[in-house]
């Protein structure tokens, strides 16, 4: 058994429903607090599957995890659990401290404990692999290298600020316990089960809505697009082989201004979803005002992981891109289920003075 948390969310659930896909005989404990963020219906496919067992709650229940620890006896825990949105973060950080620090910290030390009373042969099997963002290294430059390993700290956000905090915690534990880690940090992913909270779902959503796509400040800053199939395998390569202790890069080799992602998106969406009136989606195109603190430039140099474990990403953002509007248009159903109350209520805090 592996113990996935934050399993329900939008790279969580991809990462399951990838692991049984891929071939993997282990089975999945996932543990979710279902959030506004998790959502069952991502693992609808694993519903009556034995190999899956679903469990809700918080990583930072402290009697919770370590019974969960004792009765499966997992021989690898993967932390995907967090507060991830920026936005968010901004108008009200207690959540993001609450569950990407506390909770990572109660995470740790509820497996430094079962890994102290595993025997031999297990305590030497078993690792923690924390799921982490390039934002914790801050802000690039136009002409400024990528993001390496050994960049230095630098988070903006109250949620980078949060990871980063809980990055230091997973060091820490590695150097002062000697506890079994590896730590990823990723770009910007994109693919299904996406919540329309994110850029890319909300333009697809927005555009087939014929609501306006909205671009903060210029729309010049640039991420680096990672298609969420490509991290799951990366995560299952470093899973597997990564060096205890260690930090991955993982990125897309994809770097995009905002602006560009969107026309992207519009121009596919204008081929196989055309609008009624033959004009381009472009036209929903709004500038609003810009994010507090907004990031400028990430990219990932992924060279690291590339060279150690062989591992690449098989996606460009035009195929990927492709496979994500496809999947939304084909998947109306579900996109209905997350569009509730509580998702309206957001929109309309975000955008309404924007
Ligand atoms: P998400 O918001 O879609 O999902 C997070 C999941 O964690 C949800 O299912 C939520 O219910 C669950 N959760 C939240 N608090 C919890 C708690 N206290 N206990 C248990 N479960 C809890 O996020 P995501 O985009 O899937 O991101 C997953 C991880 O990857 C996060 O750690 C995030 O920081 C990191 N990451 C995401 C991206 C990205 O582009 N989405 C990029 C880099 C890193
Ligand atoms: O870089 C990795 C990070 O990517 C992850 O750690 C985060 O969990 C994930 O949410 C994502 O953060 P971003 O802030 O980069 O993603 P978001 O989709 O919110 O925004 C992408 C870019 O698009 C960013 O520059 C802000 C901009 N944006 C976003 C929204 C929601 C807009 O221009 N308009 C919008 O409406």
Redesign the pocket.
């Known amino acids: 058994m592996i113990l996935i948390?934050?399993?329900?969310?939008?790279?969580?659930?991809?990462f399951v429903l990838d692991w049984f896909r891929s071939g993997e005989d282990e089975g999945i404990v996932t543990?979710?607090?279902?959030?506004?963020?998790?959502?069952l219906e991502?693992l609808r496919d694993l519903q009556h599957d034995p190999r899956h067992i679903f469990v809700r709650?918080?990583?930072?229940?402290k009697v919770l995890v370590a019974n969960l620890l004792s009765k499966y006896r997992p021989r690898a825990i993967v932390?995907?659990?967090?507060?991830?949105?920026v936005d968010r973060s901004i108008h009200g950080p207690t959540?993001f401290i609450?569950?990407?620090v506390v909770?990572t910290f109660n995470l740790l030390e509820c497996a430094r404990e079962y890994w102290g009373g595993l025997g031999d042969g297990d305590k030497g099997r078993f690792r923690l692999h924390?799921?982490?963002?390039?934002?914790v290294y801050g802000s690039l430059g136009l002409s400024d290298p990528a993001f390496k390993e050994t960049n230095p700290y630098e988070p903006n956000s109250p949620?980078s600020a949060s990871?980063a905090a809980?990055d230091h915690l997973v060091r820490a534990w590695f150097h002062t316990y000697g506890f079994p880690v590896v730590t990823?940090?990723?770009?910007?992913?994109?693919g299904p089960?996406?919540?329309p909270e994110?850029l890319i779902p909300l333009v697809i959503l927005n555009a087939l809505n014929s609501k306006p796509l909205p671009i903060y400040g210029d729309g010049q800053q640039i991420r680096d697009w990672?298609y969420?199939g490509d991290?799951c395998s990366a995560i299952r390569e470093v899973l597997a082989n990564g060096r205890l202790g260690e930090t991955y890069n993982?990125g897309g080799w994809n770097e995009k201004t905002n602006i560009e992602a969107v026309k992207t998106i519009c121009s596919v969406l204008d081929k196989l979803r055309p609008r009624d009136d033959r004009k381009s989606y472009a036209d929903q195109i709004t500038f609003v005002k810009d994010r507090p603190g907004h990031d400028r430039r990430y990219a990932i140099d992924a060279s690291k992981v590339e060279q150690e474990l062989g591992w690449r990403p098989a996606e460009t953002f035009d195929t990927g891109i492709r496979k994500t509007i496809q999947w939304y248009l084909d998947n109306s159903d579900w996109v209905k289920g997350v569009v509730t109350g509580a998702y309206r209520e957001w929109l309309e805090k975000q955008y309404q003075k924007q």
């Open positions: 948390t934050g399993g329900a969310g939008f790279i969580g659930a991809n543990l979710d607090k279902l959030t506004y963020a998790g959502n991502n709650g918080d990583i930072g229940d932390n995907f659990a967090a507060e991830s949105h959540e609450q569950t990407n909770g924390h799921v982490s963002t390039d934002e949620y990871k809980s990823t940090n990723c770009s910007n992913n994109y089960y996406h919540f994110k990672l969420v991290h993982i």
